[in-house]
Antibody, heavy 119, light 109 residues
Framework: EVQLVESGGGLVQPGGSLRLSCAASGFTFSSYEMNWVRQAPGKGLEWVSYISSSGSTIYYADSLKGRFTISRDNAKNSLFLHMNSLRAEDTAVYYC????????????WGQGTLVTVSS | EIVLTQSPGTLSLSPGERATLSCRASQSVSSSYLAWYQQKPGQAPRLLIYGASSRATGIPDRFSGSGSGTDFTLTISRLEPEDFAVYYCQQYAGSPPYTFGQGTKLEIK
């Protein structure tokens, strides 16, 4: 069974940093592209970042302006999102999502981890 | 960046009725790289449709997708109580950004 489990969310002050993790199981993690998607309270879905299966190709949403860094450790079946210079508008549930091998739509999602940026 | 606009914002229907949700793109979505997701309160989104018209694994056949270019539709033929949720379209053509529509809330009338 495919499972994606996020962790690392919590309360952080504006300007602070946080590292989110996504532990993958039930599939060959190193063969799949991965993404982070976030959802602010009561709002819609916002794509955040993409990383290729090898980690060699990375993309970010323009709105992040270089504050976030995506990475992966295929040996440990883990995906990461390092978030710096956090702002109130970064408050959201952050989901990791797998891109299907035949279609890059997001076929599996984690349950999400809540990041709250507040003083 | 491709902008997706979903309509209506809210759709009020009764169980057993047919639901038609629209997603319009600001430019053509190549190779129909258009997906639909369902999200219920407190849950992660679930993939329903990919490639504009292919049902994901385990999705009932009352869900169908159609369209190409800039106009796409999700149809639920006969609404079941569990279908009332928020639905998002997403384009994933070529390189990111992989944008989402703003969502359509399907509520019980």
């Amino acid at each position: 069974e495919v499972q994606l489990v996020e962790s690392g969310g919590g309360l952080v002050q504006p300007g602070g940093s946080l590292r989110l993790s996504c532990a993958a199981s039930g599939f060959t993690f190193s063969s799949y592209e991965m993404n982070w998607v976030r959802q602010a309270p009561g709002k819609g879905l916002e794509w955040v970042s993409y990383i290729s299966s090898s980690g060699s190709t990375i993309y970010y949403a323009d709105s992040l302006k270089g504050r976030f860094t995506i990475s992966r450790d295929n040996a440990k079946n883990s995906l990461f999102l390092h978030m710096n210079s956090l702002r109130a508008e970064d408050t959201a549930v952050y989901y990791c999502a797998r891109a299907g091998v035949f279609s890059s739509s997001f076929d599996y999602w984690g349950q999400g981890t809540l990041v709250t940026v507040s003083s | 960046e491709i902008v997706l606009t979903q309509s209506p914002g809210t759709l009020s229907l009764s169980p057993g009725e047919r639901a038609t949700l629209s997603c319009r793109a600001s430019q053509s979505v190549s190779s129909s790289y258009l997906a639909w997701y369902q999200q219920k309160p407190g849950q992660a989104p679930r993939l329903l449709i990919y490639g504009a018209s292919s049902r994901a694994t385990g999705i009932p056949d009352r869900f169908s997708g159609s369209g190409s270019g800039t106009d796409f539709t999700l149809t639920i033929s006969r609404l079941e109580p569990e279908d009332f949720a928020v639905y998002y379209c997403q384009q994933y053509a070529g390189s990111p950004p992989y944008t989402f529509g703003q969502g359509t809330k399907l509520e019980i009338k």
